[in-house]
């Protein structure tokens, strides 16, 4: 029978509480490593939350040194072209609190943020955001108030940067099967393909 766990303390029976230096890592701005660590990131998670509870992450990428760090405790990148759900957006609306977590290619560790968010137009620093000639209309300013380094476990029992344990290109199922399997319908798969693959080529 499945016993489901309700409060912190019967959390605690399962698990020890950690070393004093792993409960108070935490700080409350950037300091210099991990603002290196962060220029020289080319991809983080951003989660969000609505004003009703759910939840939602969402894949940032572009070449490293594309988040700024404007200040020792703020951070700045720019909502590039998407699909326009606006799902990260409307939330920091709703609820401005966020988390980011920041990966270098080959890197275990990663840096973890969680602060505050709010959405800028028109900012001083959005010309140096462009890309490929194209200035973003906006960006997300992020205040931070828990910054810590995260350990390689999750990377290690994974695998993640070993090409060796990669499966097979046909193995996994193309962008487009996967669309055309969520949609229900009917179309050839090829459609939902040349739609994806027409977006991976214009990313900005």
């Given at each position: 029978m499945t016993r489901t766990i309700g409060t912190a303390a019967e959390l605690r029976e399962h698990v020890k509480p950690p070393p004093r230096v792993i409960a108070e890592k935490g700080i409350d701005h950037i300091d210099a490593e991990s603002g290196r660590f962060i220029e020289l990131s080319p991809f983080f998670l951003l989660?969000?939350?609505?004003?009703?509870?759910?939840?939602?992450?969402?894949?940032?990428?572009?070449?490293?040194?594309?988040?700024?760090?404007?200040?020792?405790?703020?951070?700045a990148f720019a909502d590039r072209k998407g699909n326009r759900r606006l799902d990260s957006l409307e939330n920091i609306l709703q609820r401005p609190h966020v988390g980011m977590l920041f990966l270098v290619p080959g890197m275990g560790?990663?840096?973890?943020?969680?602060?505050r968010a709010r959405i800028v137009a028109e900012a001083?620093?959005?010309?140096?955001?462009?890309?490929r000639g194209v200035t973003p209309r906006l960006a997300v300013e992020v205040r931070?108030?828990?910054?810590?380094?995260?350990?390689?476990?999750?990377?290690?029992?994974?695998?993640?940067?070993?090409?060796?344990?990669?499966?097979?290109?046909?193995?996994?199922?193309?962008?487009?099967?996967?669309?055309?399997?969520?949609?229900?319908?009917?179309?050839?798969?090829?459609?939902?393909?040349?739609?994806?693959?027409?977006?991976?080529?214009?990313?900005?």
């Open positions: 989660a969000t939350s609505a004003e009703d509870g759910t939840c939602d992450v969402s894949p940032r990428g572009d070449p490293p040194g594309s988040v700024m760090v404007l200040d020792d405790r703020t951070l560790e990663t840096v973890r943020v969680n602060g001083p620093y959005l010309e140096r955001m462009a890309m931070v108030e828990e910054l810590f380094l995260h350990c390689s476990r999750a990377f290690v029992r994974s695998s993640l940067w070993d090409t060796s344990t990669w499966p097979e290109r046909g193995e996994v199922p193309s962008a487009g099967r996967i669309a055309r399997s969520q949609s229900g319908l009917r179309l050839p798969t090829a459609m939902f393909d040349a739609v994806l693959n027409r977006a991976g080529r214009d990313p900005y």
